[in-house]
């Protein structure tokens, strides 16, 4: 049994045909299957499987059109407010 390679993230992002810097955040958010390789204090390097992307899309029918989290989209002020500080 031969082990599928790994894919960057520019091809992984080509394959779902969204941007590369949305990859990412879907899979640092951990909405999309990715494997985070190390790079220093700032920087993770992502590699992916193409074929965990499509059973994920297929099973989940995953529709990345929306933001990735409804948090990430207010503002510091806003959340304070609804937090009531």
Do not use: C
């Not at 091809?11 to 990859?23: H, M, Q, S, T, V």
């Amino acid at each position: 049994m031969t082990k599928e390679p790994y894919v960057d993230a520019a091809k992984a992002a080509e394959f779902l045909d969204i941007p590369i810097r949305y990859l990412t955040d879907l899979a640092r958010a951990g909405r999309l299957p990715g494997h985070p390789l190390s790079m220093g204090a700032k920087r993770n390097v992502w590699r992916f499987r193409l074929s965990e992307l499509e059973e994920f899309m297929s099973k989940t029918g995953a529709n990345f059109t929306g933001p990735i989290h409804r948090r990430e989209n207010r503002s510091r002020q806003s959340r304070k407010a609804e937090n009531g500080r």
